[in-house]
């Protein structure tokens, strides 16, 4: 019994409703059973409903309404101010094209997503292999590698807001004595702002890391052992193949959530030095909210950042996918 | 680099103990002089970088009440940067009140409609439930801004807009994908002979959710309620566009607000309190709810 568990896991609740109703179902006449089950199946459609109608109201209002809506401000013209002023097709989407932003915060934003990903899923794997057994000092450095996650990112920018000034910072010295600043350069600005990411989300790609790498049974480390594989083999042959389905989730949350990046940058740098680190939600609140005031050009930004997500989500899946093959 | 770090736990043990008991039986427990002296690198390295982690937040409570030039607190140790903060604008404890509101209502909101909707997907066949259900697991495809902005339209033709309520609305909303899903699974991982049983017995289904299976998803409640709090004590961006009145600011707003208020010098020092008013209640909660907080990432982790 024990060594067939797995596979038996994978399908308990049909054979446990089965086991339920060849139990319960002698206990009454056939034919009045069957047809209180029907009634029954009604109401409980009836209930079902009433339980999730919550949900539904939330999903519909503050979901799909705003999704309809973005797509309809999207093809109209629509001032901040004014509201509404009738259909416009295809203004909004060639002055969002246009902007004397967009080129420069598409490439920014992919180049800071890049680096992100690739540091995140990096240090989070390696912080997982680290402390992946338990023992009360790995539990310890857990915890450490964890607690940044519990602050907001807000707040995570607001401190190393203070942390990189060259006024207040403990580094001032050091800041000082080698003539730059963590926020003075672009390149120096990105890198700092990358550093502030990945201490913020490190523990959380580790945590995801662990769950992957739990999932790996043992006795394949056990075979690779006995076939004299070296740790590093171990590693790339055994370990990164079985993690594939984890690397496929952690870089689309990554990608994802890199490619709307805003708090970290509208607090820590507000898009300087000279413009250099303007994200794409960052030119949506721009030309919503700040000056241009128009919220039909960003409702087109929005529906094309959307499209971009949906198509990049599907391709990275599809990509994984097809390497398992 | 890392993949050398990685292999020096294993020199002792067992190369990776997985399994849902991930302890390495055979361990020599490192007791012996060689095995210490085997582990001191790794304990010291493991050591530095956790430290790594710590430090910023350590370095901020301290500097939020040493002293510092150019701000209120400029001879010896105190919480003179703490009376800046109490002091700007409407006062923190205004923006206090505010952000506990909002926190709360979001965290109520997301408990009831999670509960009442992870019961209907889990135990109930009704038509449009697989279409409802992706539909609230869509919501977290779609980048935040790109509901934002027509929120900001639609909460204003309701009256909701620059409103603390407008505001955990739409916070509960995105925060019902995690929600729905993590209340979901944990009703379905309680059997159904329980609340069948109750339901024979002549309770009715509220009843039998009430009274049977409400004990069964606590833990389930506690993670979705911590994560609601956390999401909403924290988020920046929905009260940035949704509210634009100063009396109605959330703190982290007041906090990234009162960089630069004063002539436009930054006040580094009520910047840090600040920080430590925001960071305090996350850090608490983090420490007492450890398992539920590492428990939803994993759920996170599992669906993939």
């Not at chain 1, 401190?159 to 080698?178: H, K, Q």
């Not at chain 2, 937040?57 to 030039?69: E, F, I, K």
């Not at chain 2, 105190?78 to 009376?83: I, K, T």
Request: charge should be positive; aromatic fraction near 10%.
């Amino acid at each position: 019994m024990p060594p067939r568990k797995p596979s038996l896991d994978r399908s308990p609740a049909p054979e446990k409703r089965k086991v339920l109703m060849t139990v319960t179902a002698p206990s009454r006449p056939p034919s009045a059973a069957m047809r209180g089950h029907a009634r029954r199946r009604g109401r409980r459609g009836l209930l079902g409903w009433l339980y999730a109608t919550p949900t539904a109201v939330f999903v519909g209002a503050l979901f799909v309404v705003p999704l309809l809506l973005v797509v309809k401000m999207s093809l109209s013209r629509w001032p901040l101010l004014t509201g509404d002023q009738g259909i416009n097709v295809p203004d909004n989407f060639t002055k969002a094209v246009d902007h004397r932003f967009f080129t420069d915060s598409v490439v920014f934003t992919v180049k800071y997503t890049v680096l992100a990903t690739v540091l995140l899923l990096a240090l989070g794997l390696g912080l997982a292999l680290l402390v992946q057994e338990s023992s009360r000092w790995n539990s310890l450095l857990r915890a450490s590698f964890l607690i940044p996650s519990a602050l907001g990112l807000a707040s995570a920018s607001l401190l190393f807001y203070v942390l990189y000034s060259p006024y207040a910072s403990p580094l001032a010295p050091v800041m000082e004595s080698l003539g730059f600043t963590f926020l003075g350069s672009p390149t120096a600005a990105l890198l700092s702002t990358t550093f502030l990411i990945v201490w913020r989300y490190a523990g959380f790609y580790m945590v995801l890391m662990l769950v992957g790498l739990q999932g790996i049974p043992a006795d394949v480390y056990e075979a690779a052992r006995s076939d004299g594989a070296s740790r590093w083999q171990t590693f790339t042959k055994v370990t990164l193949p079985l993690l594939r389905p984890t690397l496929a989730l952690t870089t689309v949350l990554c990608v994802t959530g890199s490619l709307l990046a805003f708090e970290q940058f509208y607090i820590l740098t507000k898009g300087g030095p000279d413009n250099s680190t303007i994200t794409v939600v960052q030119l949506i609140y721009m030309v919503a909210f700040q000056g241009q005031n128009d919220l039909g050009v960003a409702a087109a930004l929005s529906v094309i950042v959307l499209l971009a997500l949906i198509v990049m989500n599907a391709l990275q899946l599809r990509a994984f996918r097809t390497e398992e093959r | 680099m890392v993949a050398d770090f990685r292999s020096r736990p294993a020199t002792a043990d067992e190369p990776a103990a997985p399994g849902t008991a991930p302890t390495a039986p055979a361990r020599s427990n490192g007791v012996t002089v060689a095995g210490i002296a085997l582990r001191t690198p790794y304990w010291v390295f493991t050591g530095a970088v956790g430290l790594i982690f710590l430090a910023p937040l350590v370095w901020t409570a301290v500097a939020s009440v040493a002293p510092q030039a150019g701000t209120n607190q400029v001879d010896g140790w105190g919480l003179g940067n703490y009376e800046t903060l109490a002091n700007y604008q409407a006062g923190i404890w205004r923006y206090l009140a505010n952000s506990t509101l909002v926190s709360l209502l979001t965290v109520a909101l997301t408990l009831l409609v999670s509960l009442l909707g992870g019961y209907a997907f889990a135990r109930f066949r009704f038509p449009g439930r697989n279409l409802l259900f992706l539909l609230t697991l869509a919501i977290l495809m779609v980048p935040y801004a790109t509901l934002l902005i027509p929120l900001y339209v639609l909460l204003n033709e309701v009256g909701l807009q620059n409103s603390l309520v407008g505001v955990a609305l739409v916070l509960t909303m995105f925060q019902l994908p995690f929600a729905t899903f993590l209340m979901r699974i944990s009703f379905e991982a309680v059997p159904r002979e329980l609340d069948e049983a109750a339901l024979v017995d002549g309770c009715s289904s509220f009843g039998a959710l009430w009274r049977v299976l409400l004990p069964a998803v606590k833990p389930g409640l506690i993670t979705v309620g911590l994560f609601a709090f956390l999401a909403a004590w924290n988020d920046f961006m929905a009260p940035l566009i949704l509210i634009n009145d100063s009396e109605r600011m959330t703190l982290p707003l007041a906090v990234s607000n009162l960089r630069g208020q004063v002539q436009g010098v930054v006040d580094y020092g009520a910047t840090e309190a600040g920080v430590v008013v925001l960071a305090l209640p996350c850090i608490v909660l983090f420490l007492l709810l450890q398992r539920h907080y590492v428990r939803g990432f994993m759920s996170g982790a599992l669906k993939g």
